[in-house]
């Protein structure tokens, strides 16, 4: 699972980095196809996200002790999330200019070529939904690996999209693309690729779909397989994706100010963060949430549902405990990597300016040090969901959007050169509060769940990404990257040595340092690992 969603990551940065190349980072297009591709993704985790990804791994579970094996229950839920889907996606399509003119911030001729894109892209909702039910399916069946490997598939076509764009319609340092010269054609390939690698990494999953052997077919009834209980879960849970996306909601249009000023700044020889830099640190500093945190959480989440099924709650709670201090091995490193080689990482997709790059760096150092708590409280999330409360999780959200849109709005008064360092600051105070709202929930509803241990471990995992941060700046400052002309900056080939340098001395530093503070966790963390290079031949 974890190799699969390394994988796509990787793909994922070559991807973006590609897109630099294509439409920049900093310009106005980039911005205006940013906003309209984010668009989707963000509808369906809105109506829907919040069900397939929390809701039906439990009932789908319970619904397999039945003598059929939950396959009439799987065919009606599926039926009826692909029906659904297809009605959200065909309303937010037709619908798009309203959707576009009430979330963005952007002049009327922005306006029209981010409906254009939407046309195109709007879409994706019903493969992204498909992707994820089917998706579900698989994993509570047993089957983690299709899943996290399908995005693969959906990043190479992407990259493939790139290519064919960068080389028929050109690359933004040569062209300077604007609203006003870019063509129907590059509409095309740009976003025609995007949404097609969408629509593959769900009919992919067919494949092992079928190979589950669960007779799987169209079932319109609703009546007789328990879809009245999925249901009662599934409405808390959607109006809390709706509470935590309508908070999303207002951060985008936020961000879009900045990006409707770049115009006037760029006219005084400046450069801007906009929506895309915050979009692509989000990118970088949830790589290790996905890759470790996702991994993990997918396996711990199914053990939870099954401890709870079986009243089990001793086992609920080592399951959490362990969860969080393994987890934390990667997470707290992975971090400090992220904001001492900032600068490095962003050249990569800065399209080859130094100045871009800069931007970039400071936005994501601003959302990695909070990568720890995201995780964190990824999976304390998780807990609630595997007992069939969604309940709880709405509170929480409600609490947090009203945090999140509070400082989003404090954001906005800014100028707009300082609109999107404010929302990465918001974005990392809201995952530190979620970790102590989910704390204090979950004390009250499942006792004490090692919270102590937990912490001991973090704290312990901080210091010694403390001593490896030291000595990963002083490698960097030897090779030049607190310099505008060092070795750092120079050029993309440049960056990548430092960043393996950098990377590996960081890497080493902690792992001593983990062994001399006794750090049980990382051999727990790396047992399995270890255990596949040894069966490797």
């Not at 086992?315 to 400090?336: E, H």
């Amino acid at each position: 699972m974890a190799s699969g969603t390394l994988v796509s990551r990787v793909l994922g940065l070559v991807r973006t980095a590609l897109l630099a190349i294509a439409i920049g980072s900093t310009g106005l297009v980039t911005d205006i196809f940013s906003s309209a591709n984010v668009l989707p993704n963000f509808i369906y985790l809105m109506v829907a996200g919040g069900v397939f990804n929390a809701v039906l791994v439990p009932q789908i579970i319970k619904a397999s002790k039945r003598p059929d094996g939950g396959a009439e229950y799987v065919s009606r839920i599926l039926t009826l999330c692909l029906l659904v889907l297809a009605g959200i996606a065909l309303v937010a399509t037709l619908a798009a200019p309203v959707i576009l003119s009430t979330v963005l911030s952007l002049s009327p001729d922005q306006l029209a070529l981010a409906t254009t894109f939407a046309y195109w892209l709007f879409p994706q909702i019903f493969f992204y939904g498909a992707y994820a039910v089917i998706g579900q399916i698989l994993n509570a069946n047993g089957r983690f690996g299709a899943y996290m490997w399908a995005p693969v598939v959906n990043n190479i076509i992407a990259i493939a999209g790139l290519l064919v764009f960068i080389t028929f319609i050109g690359r933004e340092e040569t062209s300077s693309f604007s609203p006003e010269n870019w063509t129907t054609q590059a509409t095309v390939i740009l976003a025609g690729s995007t949404t097609l690698g969408i629509v593959m990494q769900a009919l992919i999953l067919l494949v092992p779909l079928r190979r589950l052997g669960l007779g799987l077919r169209p079932s319109f009834g609703l009546r007789g397989v328990g879809l009245r209980e999925t249901g009662k879960v599934a409405k808390w849970t959607i109006i809390t994706m709706l509470v935590g996306n309508g908070a999303y909601l207002v951060y985008t249009a936020v961000a879009t100010i900045a990006s409707e000023a770049r115009p006037e700044y760029q006219a005084m020889g400046r450069e801007i963060a906009g929506q895309l830099n915050l979009e692509t640190a989000s990118m970088l500093y949830i790589i290790p949430h996905s890759v470790i945190t996702l991994s993990l959480a997918t396996v711990l989440f199914n053990q939870m549902s099954h401890a709870y099924s079986e009243k089990n709650y001793d086992g609920v709670r080592a399951t959490l405990s362990q969860g969080l201090r393994a987890i934390g091995v990667a997470t707290v490193f992975c971090s400090a990597v992220l904001i001492v080689l900032a600068g490095p990482i962003s050249i990569w997709f800065s399209g080859g300016s130094n100045v871009s790059a800069a931007l970039q760096a400071q936005v994501l150092v601003l959302l990695a040090i909070s990568a720890p708590f995201l995780s964190a409280t990824f999976l304390m999330n998780r807990a609630f969901y595997a007992n069939e409360d969604a309940k709880t999780p709405l509170v929480m959200q409600l609490i947090l959007s009203a945090f999140g849109i509070t400082l989003a709005l404090g954001a906005a008064t800014l100028p707009a050169d300082r609109i999107i360092f404010a929302l990465a600051i918001a974005y990392s105070l809201g995952n530190v509060a979620a970790v102590v709202l989910s704390h204090i929930f979950l004390r009250r509803s499942l006792g004490d769940y090692g919270g102590a241990r937990v912490f001991d471990v973090h704290v312990r995992l901080v210091v010694a990404a403390l001593a490896a941060s030291a000595v990963g700046s002083a490698a960097l400052a030897v090779l030049g990257g607190y310099s505008a002309d060092g070795f750092a900056w120079q050029s993309l080939p440049s960056a990548t040595v430092v960043l393996v340098v950098c990377g590996a001395l960081m890497a080493v530093a902690y792992y001593l340092m983990l062994r001399v503070l006794k750090v049980s966790e990382l051999d727990a963390f790396l047992a399995p690992l270890l255990a596949k290079l040894r069966r490797t031949p």
